[in-house]
């Protein structure tokens, strides 16, 4: 997580190098980003199934699996809030603040 989380937030800056060069490096930041983020869901599901008491188990899953949908609905409201008023850049931080 914080390898991902360090990727979404030099996003911005990547993206800014000279010529092509941040366009391909961008992609790559979101290949890596989405291999750093790969991982996560079967490791907490395997997790919760040995660390969760038995009886928070499905509400430990379930919050786990609504978090990705719930923020990104957050996100989309807030990001087109956040873009308007001060440019695209700033999504990237505060939605690693918030989520």
Do not use: C, D
Not at 24 to 49: E, I, K, N, Y
Not at 63 to 72: D, E, L, N, Q, T
Not at 89 to 95: C, E, M, S, V
Request: hydrophobic share 50%; proline share 6%; net charge positive.
């Amino acid at each position: 997580m914080l390898i991902s989380s360090v990727i979404s937030l030099s996003f911005p800056f990547i993206v800014n190098l000279e010529g092509s060069f941040g366009y391909w490096l961008g992609f790559v930041a979101r290949v890596a980003l989405g291999m750093t983020h790969s991982p996560t869901f079967p490791a907490l599901q395997g997790a919760w199934t040995t660390w969760a008491p038995i009886h928070e188990k499905s509400r430990l899953v379930n919050a786990h699996f609504v978090g990705v949908p719930v923020g990104s609905v957050m996100m989309s409201i807030l990001g087109g809030r956040i873009g308007s008023a001060v440019g695209w850049r700033p999504i990237f931080w505060t939605g690693n603040l918030i989520i």
